[in-house]
């Protein structure tokens, strides 16, 4: 039977479009380093391409969340290690005004307090960023205040935060509060109090005063060291699962390249045998073409 000259060609033409998509198609893999650029090309792959890449984003979202959660804790770890100092420094003044200090120590005494709670006063409304550290939820708004004599002296201190806590995802199932607590953050308040009464009992050379004062001090002590211990485990737990999510986002992108990586070498031998058939397709088309036209003309 004989076969059709412009069958032939059709199929000659048919064999060769497809050497050259699939030459091009290898040439485009070994150029970009990638096996699939479009869904249709592994329909299976891009499907779970997808959802790694989706996780992935969630992933990084959760590793931005932890880093944003770590500087909070940090800040305020120093802000209440800042508290602290403050603190023992008013017991150990305390301690001195309760001696046989005359009335130019007490003096002395009384001054540098001032200045303590000058110091606390800022360190308890401490921004990081544009938030306030010690405020609870409500972070747009100074959480300590104060009232002043005619001399600029304080007399009082109030709390104007809230006691809500504000918690940061670090996963899907996870989360944390890096702020303060809402006791801890009263404390402060409270703590400016009692230096505003040693100060006035330290000008006033009230020896009861000063031992009540220094009494609260030591009860308050306690816990800004139950506070501090509370801040570093949670800086502990967010360092924890930070380095988790990390190692999560690590073996995601590794299984994202697995899926559209191509294995160059493999790439490479096939476009080597691709460009070859495609040539050899090239040469045949000719000679049959030629044949073909020879025929036509006897």
Known sequence: MRIASNTIQDNIVRQIQS????TAKLQNQVASGQRITQADEDPAAAGR?????SELRRVDQFDRNATRALEISQATFAGLGDVKEISTRAGELATLGRSTAGPDAL???SAEVNQLIEQLLQVGNTRLGSDYLFAGTAVDTPPFSVTRDGAGNVTAATYDGDNATANIPLSEVASVSPFSSGATNQSVRDLLNQLVGLRDAFNAN??????TAQAALINGEDDLVSAL?????????IEVNRTQQQARGDSLVSLVAGET???LPDTIVRLNQSQVAYQAALQSAASIMKISLLDYIR
Do not use: K, P
């Not at 391409?49 to 890449?53: D, F, G, P, Y």
């Not at 009230?206 to 031992?211: C, F, L, M």
């Open 19 to 22: 050497l050259g998509v699939q």
């Open 49 to 53: 391409v997808l959802n790694q890449q």
């Open 107 to 109: 003096q002395a005494y």
């Open 206 to 211: 009230d020896s009861a005063g000063i031992a």
């Open 229 to 237: 211990a509370n801040t570093g485990a949670v800086q502990m737990r």
């Open 261 to 263: 990586s191509a294995d």
